[in-house]
C-alpha cells in the first residue's frame, strides 16, 4: 500500500501501523464475544444450521468459535474448535456402564461437564480477544493507515453451541444446566430453538413445540429466539400468522376437523374434540408469550434469513445486558450473603462448643484466621486434583493435522499429542500428567 501523492509529487510508503499505548477508543466493558446455545428435536437441522452461520460468519470475516457436545455425531459439516469427541468416547461408555444410547450420551456429556471450567477458560480467552483495524471511515478518506485512528475490534463475535440431537438429554439434566448456567455468567448468552417448519403445518405439532419452547425458555431464563427452520421446502408465515393471532389458529383447528382425513399426519385422538379444545385453550394461554418472542425463518440449505437471525441475536444480547445480567449479579451478591451469615453461624456455633467466649475478641479472630487458612488449603488442593484432565483447544495448536473421518473414528477418546494419555475404565483418555 502507498500514500496518495505529496506536493512534491512523489509517493512515500507507508510504515506499518503501530499499536498505539493508549488508543482513540478503548473497549467497553462489554466487549464480548455472544454465545448461542443452539436447541432443537432431532431432526430440525440443528448441525446443518450452524454449518450454515458458521460459514456467513466466515464471509464476513468474523470466525466464531464451535464446541460440539454430541458425542454420538458420526460426521461434522464444521470443524469445531472444541469436540466432546476429543475427550469421551461414548461407545466404550455404553459397554463400562451396560448403558443404552441414550444413557450413554447422557453420561458422556455427565463426564465432560466435570471438566467444563477448562472449556470456560478457552472460551475466556476468546471472548475479549480485541484487535485494533484502521478505522474504516478515516481509511476510505484517506487511504492511509494510522496508529491514532485504530478502533478495537473483536477477534471472535461469536461462541457457537451445537447440542446433542436428543433434546432432553440437554434440557432437562443436571449437565445441561451447569453448562448452560455456566456459560450464562461468563459471556452473553441466547438460546436459539429450531423448529421443523414442514412438520409444523399440523396446529398439534406447533402447539407442542411451542409448549416446548415455553417450558425451555422459563427453565434457562435467557433471551430466546425461535427459528424456522426449512423455510425452502415450507415457508414460516403461516407459523408467524398463528402466533400473531390465536382465531387464525382456531380456523386451521376447525379446517383440519373438516378435513377427510383429519389432516395431514394426523391420528384419531388429535382429531378428536378433546384435543381441539386443548389446543384452543392452550393458543389462548400462551397469546402473551408470543407477544414477547423473537420469531426468524432461516434456510440451511440455501441461507436465506440467516442475516435476520444474527439481528436477532443482536437484540437478545442486548436484552441479556438489560434484563439477565442485572438479575445474575443480584443472585450473586445474595449468595455471598447468606454464605457471609453461614460462615459467622458456623463460627459462633464452633466457639460456644470449644467455649472460647471468656478468650474474647482477640481469641475470636484467631480463630476466625486459622478457619480461613484452612479453607484456603482445601481450595488449593482441590485445584490441584483438578489438573488431571485437559481439554484441547484445536485452533491453538500449530501444526494440527485433521485425521481423516475412519481413521478419526477409531480413536475416539485418544489424547492428542505425542505423549499419549492415561485411559480411564470408563472410556475417557486424559493427557499423561
Known amino acids: 500500500m502507498s500514500l496518495p501523492p505529496t506536493d512534491k509529487g512523489k509517493a512515500k510508503e507507508a510504515t506499518p501501523p503501530t499499536t498505539p499505548a493508549t488508543p482513540a477508543t478503548a473497549p467497553s466493558a462489554d466487549a464480548k464475544a455472544t454465545g448461542i446455545i443452539v436447541i432443537g428435536m432431532a431432526g430440525s437441522g440443528k448441525t446443518t444450521l450452524l454449518q450454515r452461520l458458521n460459514t456467513y460468519l466466515h464471509s464476513t470475516s468474523r470466525p466464531p468459535y464451535l464446541i460440539n457436545l454430541d ?28 448403558l443404552g444410547p441414550n444413557g450413554g450420551i447422557l453420561t458422556a456429556l455427565n463426564l465432560f461437564t466435570t471438566k467444563f471450567d477448562q ?47 436428543q433434546i432432553e438429554i440437554f434440557t432437562w439434566s443436571a449437565s445441561g444446566a451447569i453448562i448452560t448456567d455456566a456459560l450464562a455468567s461468563s459471556l452473553p448468552t441466547c438460546v436459539a430453538y429450531i423448529i421443523d417448519t414442514p412438520r409444523t403445518t399440523n396446529p398439534a405439532t406447533f402447539m407442542s413445540n411451542m409448549l416446548y419452547a415455553c417450558s425451555i425458555l422459563y427453565k434457562t431464563r435467557l433471551p430466546f429466539i ?22 387464525a389458529f382456531q380456523e386451521a383447528l376447525l379446517a383440519r376437523r373438516s378435513s377427510p382425513n383429519g389432516g395431514e399426519g394426523s391420528s384419531a385422538a388429535e382429531s378428536g374434540g378433546y384435543m ?45 445486558i438489560e434484563e439477565y445480567l442485572p438479575e445474575l449479579n443480584k443472585t450473586l451478591r445474595e449468595r455471598e450473603v447468606v454464605s457471609e451469615k453461614e460462615k459467622k453461624s458456623s463460627l459462633q456455633r464452633l466457639m460456644g462448643d470449644l467455649k472460647l467466649g471468656a478468650q474474647g475478641p482477640e481469641g475470636a479472630e484467631g480463630l476466625g484466621r486459622e478457619l480461613e487458612e484452612e479453607e484456603e488449603e482445601e481450595e488449593e488442593e482441590e485445584s490441584e486434583s483438578d489438573d488431571d484432565g485437559e481439554i484441547i483447544d484445536r485452533s491453538a495448536r500449530t501444526g494440527y493435522y485433521e485425521l481423516p473421518e475412519p481413521e478419526r473414528k477409531g480413536r475416539r477418546g485418544n489424547a492428542f499429542g505425542g505423549g499419549g494419555g492415561v485411559g480411564g475404565d470408563d472410556g475417557t483418555v486424559w493427557p499423561r500428567p
Request: include cysteine; proline fraction near 6%.
Open 71 to 98: 458425542p454420538a455425531v458420526s460426521h461434522l459439516p464444521f470443524s469445531a474448535n472444541i469436540d466432546i469427541r476429543d475427550t469421551v468416547d461414548y461407545q466404550k461408555v455404553m459397554q463400562q456402564y451396560n
Open 119 to 165: 472449556v470456560l477458560e478457552l472460551v475466556d480467552k476468546r471472548k475479549s480477544s480485541v484487535e485494533y483495524v484502521p478505522s474504516p471511515i478515516f481509511f476510505f478518506l484517506s487511504g492511509r493507515e494510522r496508529s491514532s485512528d485504530l478502533v478495537p475490534h473483536l477477534v471472535c463475535s461469536y461462541v457457537l453451541l451445537d447440542t446433542p440431537g
Open 226 to 247: 425461535l427459528v424456522f427452520n426449512k423455510t425452502d421446502v415450507e415457508p414460516h408465515h403461516f407459523a408467524l400468522e398463528w402466533m400473531r393471532d390465536f382465531e
Open 276 to 320: 381441539d379444545s386443548l389446543m384452543n385453550s392452550m393458543s389462548l394461554v400462551l397469546d402473551e408469550f408470543y407477544k414477547h418472542l423473537r420469531a426468524v425463518g432461516v434456510s440451511a440449505m440455501t441461507g436465506e434469513g440467516v442475516p435476520e437471525f444474527f439481528d436477532a441475536v443482536q437484540r437478545a444480547r442486548q436484552e441479556y
